[in-house]
T-cell receptor, first 116, second 110 residues
Framework: EAGVAQSPRYKIIEKRQSVAFWCNPI?????LYWYQQILGQGPKLLIQ????????DSQLPKDRFSAERLKGVDSTLKIQPAKLEDSAVYLC??????????????FGQGTRLTVV | DAKTTQPTSMDCAEGRAANLPCNHS???????VYWYRQIHSQGPQYIIH???NNETNEMASLIITEDRKSSTLILPHATLRDTAVYYC???????????FGGGTRLMVKP
């Protein structure tokens, strides 16, 4: 079974530039998550989708971050404009359904963003 | 909302069992306990999860106390490749996401 695919693996941009990350979840997984992991910390949830609808985006900095999952499969996360503090690894995860149904979430390898 | 407490770090000798404890005293009856690990520069890897009963898979065993206030992840024969940060997570009751804490840094030594 193919895992969660993310691209690119690495990205270096200057502050105030924009950047986009792509995620392809495991086939058939309805729930998709974007996490941000700053060096030395645990991952923090940014946004959660169920199919193509947003379930939770309470921790997404909406002034600069946006995400979409238009057809309920692939998803993109965008940052515009980027700040130095956005330097982090951006992780995508997916699960078959809501976690309260006792399923597990699986993570991709992440995209390491460096803002200079 | 359930919160977990784990030791910051642990050592284990290669070939021995690694027992990683986790306290989750405020867990609710319908909340699952999840374990993930993260090896440097990689995404978190799912290990195991459970609700009430003990669980075992090809990677590890999960022992949950009868009152569900604590659990232990057991790696039966630790190898150097098991060196990682191990996260014990209880599904965030108010939502549906996995909320990561600091985890336990396990160092497997030769």
């Amino acid at each position: 079974e193919a895992g969660v695919a993310q691209s690119p693996r690495y990205k270096i941009i200057e502050k105030r530039q924009s950047v986009a990350f792509w995620c392809n979840p495991i086939s058939g997984h309805a729930t998709l998550y974007w996490y941000q992991q700053i060096l030395g910390q645990g991952p923090k949830l940014l946004i959660q989708f169920q199919n193509n609808g947003v379930v939770d985006d309470s921790q997404l900095p909406k002034d600069r971050f946006s995400a979409e999952r238009l057809k309920g499969v692939d998803s993109t996360l965008k940052i515009q404009p980027a700040k130095l503090e956005d330097s982090a690894v951006y992780l995508c995860a997916s699960s078959l359904d809501f976690l309260f149904r006792g399923v597990a979430a699986f993570f991709g390898q992440g995209t390491r963003l460096t803002v200079v | 909302d359930a919160k977990t407490t784990q030791p910051t770090s642990m050592d284990c000798a290669e070939g021995r069992a690694a027992n990683l404890p986790c306290n989750h005293s405020t867990i609710s009856g319908n909340e699952y306990v999840y374990w993930y690990r993260q090896i440097h520069s990689q995404g978190p890897q799912y290990i195991i999860h459970g609700l009430k009963n003990n669980e075992t898979n090809e990677m590890a065993s999960l022992i949950i106390t009868e009152d569900r206030k604590s659990s232990t992840l057991i790696l039966p024969h630790a190898t150097l490749r098991d060196t990682a940060v191990y996260y014990c997570i209880v599904r965030f009751r108010a939502g549906n996401m996995l909320t990561f804490g600091g985890g336990t840094r396990l160092m497997v030594k030769p």
